[in-house]
């Protein structure tokens, strides 16, 4: 079999299940003809009417999507799976290794299976409701749910479909009718995670270690004198000027830094680095003349990144954070904030934040989870805030901090977000817990929000473009670092500046951070946001890398491992081929980067 054949659901054979629980149409398998364990993938659609156990396809991952009936409560006897499928056309991804049982939620359901071989396969679940380029896949299946579709110009029915198999195929898909929906399958070659994610990763433990005595450096807190930092075990034991070095380190493993410029590691204290496609087609719309509602109509705005994060599995979030992380990390970051944000459920935020923790491990880099459930009202909440606000205190949060998934708490407090009270809830819940708070605050209007976030001893309050003299005052007396956020205001052609004088008079900790995210700071350069922060917000060149360093750490609890090069301190540093620190804020667009320490190993750059 090559090439793409047609099917229709109506027309696929079926077969009873051995229990008779059910029934199962085969829409098509590779290789061709493989039985139920020699599949390398397999796509089917079967109809459960009796509750029982699933069957256990060890070494498989599963997908499986309700199309009609009732649904099914799918779970493991010790509770780590529960899951109510019970919403159509929404993907469900697990791994064929656990023994799952499956109740009913009513009568019969028929439901849309994936499965592919670890290892040697991986499915790509989404399912459509507009007009979408589908990526070129060696394999696949696309089955019109609803209505009617043109497919490269091919008309496909309702209950309709096609799938191809051993020969690349990409599609151009349109509705032909309104409320059309198209579930699209693109089966893809499994690759070893490193090789996923671009050509700069090698496994951590490869990376050489920063032991010993690096000399032929020059300190920005010193920047002319020649420098020295020792090494130990991955942490900082000395740092100074040369000439000052104690006689018992001048023996180690030398590592010269042929006059590079040292820094602390960067900490990028913002960010929403892990998310679901991307927008930059509503950004070509909006540029074009398209108005808010007419990109909302098409589907964009926070609930198209809402919905590419719920379709996607955690293997194929983690594939698109990592070259994007990559970026970050070229820069110099040695410690990054990721928030959720984008599942606003138990089970895609759980995901998000799994994500970000995978990523801090595969790169060797600090990461820390912030939880912000409470970052927009999910579509099915829509009219019930209350009620979602209440699912994030007393279900969300509690299940994801007890898994150990979360570090900090963060709400979006805006007009257009969660009130005043809302946020005060979610804080309660995260006091409760033990876990510190931040907030999204007085970004588009001042709110009060940051003199509740310092009243609760908030990490951070960040954006704060509109933040009042109480506001500041609050922060002050907290120690609450303003986090300054140049990237969002730059793309939103923002005019309002943040305080920046009358924070710099309280003695307020101000950071910068790129704020990564798809809609309003699709930002990869921290650098970048140096620059910014200067140029934008009139922050001196000490006070943007104060920013990026020192207190980005404390924005994220971090102050004493990370933002500093002292005794004590994790080996986090950056060395740049720059003569002066102000090079750093002055030039964009460069990287300057000539070797990078992080978490005590040389992860970028020469074994100097
Ligand atoms: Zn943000």
């Known amino acids: 079999m090559s090439g793409v054949l047609r099917f229709s659901r109506a027309s696929l054979p079926v077969t009873p299940w051995k229990n008779g629980g059910g029934t199962t149409q085969e829409v098509a398998s590779w290789p061709q003809g493989a039985g139920l364990d020699s599949f390398g993938w397999r796509v089917s659609i079967a109809t459960i009417a009796a509750a029982g156990p699933f069957s256990v396809f060890a070494g498989a991952d599963r997908s499986i999507t309700l199309l009609e009936g009732d649904g099914v409560r799918l779970f493991t006897h010790d509770g780590r799976i529960d899951h109510r499928l019970d919403t159509a056309q929404r993907p469900f991804a697990f791994s064929g290794d656990e023994a799952i049982d499956c109740t009913l939620l009513g009568g019969a359901s028929n439901d849309f299976n994936v499965m592919t071989r670890r ?5 790509e679940v989404r399912v459509l409701d507009g007009a979408s380029a589908i990526d070129a896949a060696p394999h696949g299946v696309l089955l019109a749910l ?4 043109r497919l490269n110009d091919e008309a496909c029915g309702e ?3 096609l799938q191809w198999a051993d020969a690349a195929q990409a599609w151009q898909v349109m509705p032909d009718s309104a409320d059309a929906r198209l579930l699209a399958v693109r089966i893809l070659p499994a690759s070893p995670a490193n090789a996923t994610t671009g050509t700069t990763m090698k496994p951590v433990n490869e990376f050489p270690s920063a032991d010993g005595l690096w000399t032929g450096i020059r300190l920005a807190s010193d920047a002319n004198a020649e420098g020295a930092i020792v090494v130990e075990q991955g942490a900082i034991r000395w740092a100074g000027a040369r000439s000052a070095l104690p006689a018992e380190f001048a023996g180690l493993a030398p590592h010269d830094g042929g006059g590079a410029l040292v820094t602390p590691g960067l900490v990028d204290c913002h960010t929403h680095l892990v998310y679901g496609g991307q927008r930059a087609n509503e ?9 808010y509602e007419e990109v909302a109509k098409a589907g964009g705005g926070i609930v198209s990144s809402v919905r590419a994060t719920r379709e996607a599995d955690e293997d194929a979030l983690f594939a698109q954070a990592a070259p994007r992380l990559e970026q970050l990390l070229a820069d110099g970051v040695c410690a990054i904030e990721i928030k959720s944000g984008y ?3 138990l089970e895609h935020e759980r995901k998000q934040l799994h994500v970000a923790r995978r990523l801090g491990e595969a790169y060797g880099v600090t990461v820390r989870t912030t939880f912000l459930g409470a970052h927009a009202l999910p579509p099915e909440y829509a009219g019930r805030s209350g009620d979602y606000i209440d699912l994030v205190c007393n279900e969300m949060l509690p299940a994801l901090a007890a898994e150990g998934l979360v570090d900090a708490v963060d709400v979006f407090c805006e007009r257009i977000a969660f009130s005043l009270a809302e946020t005060e809830q979610v804080f309660k819940a995260a006091k409760a817990l033990g876990l510190p708070v931040k907030l999204h605050a007085e970004q588009l209007s001042d709110m009060g929000g940051a003199a509740l976030a310092a009243r609760y001893g908030a990490l951070s309050c960040d954006h704060i473009e509109h933040l009042s003299a109480e506001g500041i005052e609050a922060m002050r007396r907290s120690g609450t670092v303003a986090v300054l956020l140049p990237g969002a205001y730059y793309t939103l052609r923002d005019t309002h500046l943040p305080p920046v004088d009358a924070l710099r008079a309280a003695g307020v900790p101000m950071a910068a951070s790129t704020d990564h995210n798809p809609g309003t700071s699709p930002a990869l350069s921290l650098l970048l946001m140096v620059n910014m922060a200067c140029t934008l917000f009139r922050l001196t060149v000490p006070e943007a890398l104060d920013g990026v360093t020192v207190h980005a750490a404390r924005a994220l609890g971090l102050q004493d491992s990370h933002g500093a090069i002292a005794p004590g301190m994790r080996a986090n540093f950056v060395l740049w081929n720059v003569r002066d620190a102000a090079e750093l804020a002055y030039w964009f667009g460069q990287q300057p980067v000539r070797t990078v320490v992080r978490q ?9």
């Open 600 to 608: 005590g190993r040389i992860a970028i750059g020469a074994n100097a």
């Open 343 to 345: 599942g606003l459920s």
């Open 159 to 161: 209950g309709e479909g």
């Open 146 to 149: 609803r209505g009617a579709w």
């Open 283 to 291: 950004f070509a719309m909006r540029l074009a003349g398209a108005t």
């Open 119 to 123: 290892g040697q396969w991986r499915a």
